[in-house]
């Protein structure tokens, strides 16, 4: 019940221990250390302090695979062949949803065995790698 302007290092780190304590992930962490160093940073203009709070490490996962027989059944499931063909691209070519969305057919160059991605994270248009068995399935779903 103090204001943030007369606590001092110690402070903050006895609260962001208090929040890990409380069974805060290390996301929740990470948001309370940039809303903390904003304040110190910029709103009280006290950037010695903001510049010691130590970044929380974040664990990045690896999303998982499939195996050949689970994409069979994934596949198999989706009746309709426009959704399964979104469906078979987006993991083929390991597009994201909004990325396969926007997908034309002119983006699909077969000769040279790229898709490319316009305006995908970040707004930053890409290539990705086109494989045979992708570009035999959207054949057939072209004819």
Known sequence: MKSPALLGEASIKEYLAHVQLKGAGP???????AGLKFLYGVTLDRPKVAARLPWPKVPHKKPDVLSGTELEKVLSAV???????????????????????????????????????????????????????????????WR
């Open 79 to 141: 009746t309709s062949p426009v959704p399964a063909m979104a469906l078979l691209t987006t993991y083929g070519a390991g597009l994201r949803v909004s990325e396969a969305c926007r997908l034309r057919a002119e983006d699909i160059d077969s000769k040279r065995g790229l898709i490319h991605v316009r305006l995908g994270k970040g707004g930053k248009d890409r290539y990705v790698m086109l494989s045979e068995r992708l570009l035999v399935a959207l054949r057939a779903y």
């Open 27 to 33: 996301e929740t962490l990470k948001m309370n250390v």
